[in-house]
């Protein structure tokens, strides 16, 4: 009975204890005077994201509808987490570009423990200060125009055989239908393991590369780390193993041969020169570029091949403007095609729709007061998290008319516009925006370019859901459950 009773009052007070614990944690906003939703125990405003019910983005982005014609700010937790959620496209301008110097990290900084995860710390996506702005500018400078003009015959010869693999494919079988993210891996892989490693991914050869499989690997594990957001090693040892391999073998090809090419490797062995860089450090920098250039990239690309697909007025005024820019092959040069302005407002309309990353998030690194329009202050402290939905201000019907709607004349006037407004920005803005930016437009220009030139696209509606929704079990990234399926038919022009 006594055992009883003290196991009962025990429980009674853990329950109790709990219970206050997560109470006071849920005042956080209220003490501060932010509004938002009312958090419930445990879950905070986050219970559908848990169980993987609904997306991240798409939980936020009912906040954002929910607050968008009365707030500026709100609050929300996720668990016991406190994040900030900006609603104005004025005060993100404002911390992501103005005010950066108390925003420069983001929430996955210092995520990856340099010791037991060497590689993966000095991607500057996960690094913090100083050291991401050091390592940011020594990535950055091996994508300049003359390095991405450097290696553009690469990423045409990988646009040729993409188009190729796909006639290979319908002589096979003329029904078959295509994943339109399956084929954008594809093509991604290759395009990178040609720029960065000068190899020949396999992707078009083989069922599954070991290339892509170490690559799906990668992002399999940075995705569970970054779902229990505790330091953890973000990339398996086998999958570093491969990457040191490719790199040395890649050196030393390079040297053996005497190849001399202003491309991203040259610009790793040339920064080992300079500043006695480690293997790792070289290793680290050519997994930077592999990464982002395989995994967004293709996350960007499968959507652009979806809404050609779905969209005939704009395949067919897209392919006219190709066919009259470039009648020959020879026509086709990195200038002409980046200067292409149908083919990037089509880019941009598909990235608005489905940005592959769909908000941003900082960490607070230095106190900061904003002033809201209602003269109403707050406060954000060091340490606290801001979250940019970037999705849900793309879609928004007050920017945007026919949100859902895919049209590329929207910005007939320039995308410029929209992005000094702080409308669109798929690539982020400011210090931190996307490293990748301008190789990421000339790998998926280039694939475009050949996918259009040589083949009629359609959706297959059977086997694509009718509601697209992002499958819930991915952390960050925008991947439509399901899949979106194509069917090709081979085209001359
Ligand atoms: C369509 C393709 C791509 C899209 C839409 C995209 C989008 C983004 C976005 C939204 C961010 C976060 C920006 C922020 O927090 O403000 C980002 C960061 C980054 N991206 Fe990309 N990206 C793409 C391709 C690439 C490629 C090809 C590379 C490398 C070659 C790359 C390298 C990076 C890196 C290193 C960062 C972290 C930058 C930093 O924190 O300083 N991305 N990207």
Same mark, same amino acid.
């Given at each position: ?23 006071? #944690? ?6 501060? $005077? ?9 879950? &905070?405003?986050?219970? !559908?994201?848990?169980?993987? @019910? ?13 607050? #968008? ?95 190729? =693999?796909?006639?290979?494919? %319908? ?10 993210? !399956? ?18 991914? &396999?992707?078009?050869? /083989?069922? !599954? ?7 799906? /690997? ?14 953890? @090693? ?20 390079? $040297?053996?041969?005497?190849?001399? @090419? ?10 080992? /020169? ?18 982002? &250039? ?6 960007? %690309? ?15 005024? %897209? ?22 302005? =149908? ?8 990235? @608005?729709?489905?940005?592959? +990353?769909?908000?941003? $998030? ?5 106190? +900061?007061? %904003? ?16 979250? +940019? ?40 803005? &400011? ?46 990234? $925008? ?15």
């Amino acid at each position: 009975m006594i055992f009883l009773l003290t196991t009962f009052t025990l429980l009674a007070i853990a329950c109790a204890l709990t219970f206050t614990y997560f109470n006071a #944690k849920y005042k956080f906003f209220t003490s501060r $005077n932010v509004v938002g939703p009312k958090p419930e125990f445990f879950f &905070g405003n986050m219970r !559908e994201a848990f169980f993987k @019910r609904r997306h991240f983005s798409s939980i936020i982005d009912d906040f954002y509808q929910m607050y #968008k014609h009365t707030e500026q700010i709100i609050g929300f937790y996720n668990i016991t987490t406190p994040y900030y959620l900006l609603i104005s496209p004025d005060l993100i301008k404002q911390i992501l570009v103005k005010d950066f110097k108390h925003f420069r990290n983001n929430e996955f900084s210092g995520l990856s423990d340099k010791k037991k995860d060497p590689v993966m710390a000095l991607n500057p996506f996960v690094m913090r200060d100083e050291e991401w702005k050091e390592k940011r500018t020594e990535v950055a400078s091996g994508m300049t125009q003359n390095k991405l003009k450097s290696m553009f015959p690469l990423v045409q010869d990988v646009g040729k055989r993409f188009a190729e =693999y796909i006639k290979l494919e %319908l002589n096979r079988n003329q029904l078959k239908s295509f994943d339109s993210r !399956e084929i954008s891996v594809r093509y991604t892989c290759d395009t990178v393991s040609s720029c960065i490693f000068g190899i020949d991914g &396999g992707s078009f050869t /083989k069922k !599954e590369s070991e290339i892509i499989s170490m690559g799906n /690997k990668m992002i399999r594990s940075i995705s569970d780390a970054a779902k229990s957001f505790l330091p953890k @090693r973000l990339m398996p040892q086998d999958v570093q193993d491969f990457f040191v391999y490719l790199m040395e073998e890649a050196i030393k090809y390079r $040297n053996n041969h005497s190849i001399s @090419r202003d491309d991203f490797l040259a610009h790793i062995i040339s920064l080992k /020169k300079k500043k006695d860089m480690s293997e790792i450090e070289m290793v680290a920098h050519g997994v930077t570029f592999f990464l982002d &250039g395989f995994d967004t990239s293709s996350i960007g %690309l499968a959507p652009i091949f979806y809404e050609l697909g779905k969209n005939k007025r704009v395949q067919n005024k %897209l392919r006219e403007e190709l066919v009259t820019a470039f009648p020959n092959e020879n026509d086709v040069t990195y200038d002409k095609l980046l200067d292409n302005q =149908y083919l990037e407002n089509v880019i941009y309309e598909s990235l @608005r729709i489905s940005p592959p +990353i769909t908000f941003a $998030n900082r960490e607070c690194s230095e106190n +900061i007061t %904003l002033e809201l329009n209602n003269k109403k202050k707050i406060t954000i402290e060091k340490g606290e998290k801001v979250i +940019i939905p970037l999705i849900s201000i793309q879609q928004d019907p007050e920017y945007y008319h026919d949100p859902k709607e895919f049209i590329p004349e929207r910005y007939d006037h320039g995308i410029k516009e929209y992005r000094d407004k702080g409308l669109l920005f798929p690539f982020g803005e &400011g210090p931190r925006e996307c490293l990748g930016k301008r190789f990421a437009l000339l790998q998926v220009k280039t694939a475009i370019y050949y996918i259009v030139r040589n083949f009629e696209i359609s959706v297959n509606e059977e086997l694509t859901a009718k509601n697209l929704e992002i499958d819930p079990e991915e952390l960050l990234m $925008n991947v439509k459950k399901g899949g979106m399926w194509l069917n090709f038919k081979e085209i001359e022009c």
